[in-house]
Nanobody, 115 residues
Framework: QVQLVESGGGLVQAGGSLRLACAAS????????MAWYRQAPGKQRESVAI???????DYLNSVKGRFTISRDGAKNTVYLQMISLKPEDTAVYYC?????????WGQGTQVTVSS
């Protein structure tokens, strides 16, 4: 079992910044990928950013240049730095980790961007 705990969400004005953190614990040996997803009301969950164990990174097109995913291996934590936030970034953001073919999810953290 892998436990993921997100933090750092909140309310911010358009153009502002937030940094999300996701701390992993439990059977974390062999984590292949960690990622951030988001789900806005009435919409499907979408992948925002992903980082693999070899450091490969990919982003949703609409957040490229504004969001940065990073990982602190010593702390088993992955971060999502978000700048130039837009109202359309408003969503519940979820952390996910893939370990031996199983995907684990955090509980989610709300990000609200006001116009």
């Amino acid at each position: 079992q892998v436990q993921l705990v997100e933090s750092g969400g909140g309310l911010v004005q358009a153009g502002g910044s937030l940094r999300l953190a996701c701390a992993a614990s439990g059977s974390i040996f062999g984590i292949r990928t960690m990622a951030w997803y988001r789900q806005a009301p009435g919409k499907q969950r979408e992948s925002v950013a992903i980082i693999t164990s070899d450091g490969t990174i990919d982003y949703l097109n609409s957040v490229k240049g504004r969001f940065t995913i990073s990982r602190d291996g010593a702390k088993n934590t992955v971060y999502l730095q978000m700048i130039s936030l837009k109202p359309e970034d408003t969503a519940v953001y979820y952390c996910a980790a893939t370990v031996r073919g199983i995907m684990y999810w955090g509980q989610g953290t709300q990000v609200t961007v006001s116009s």
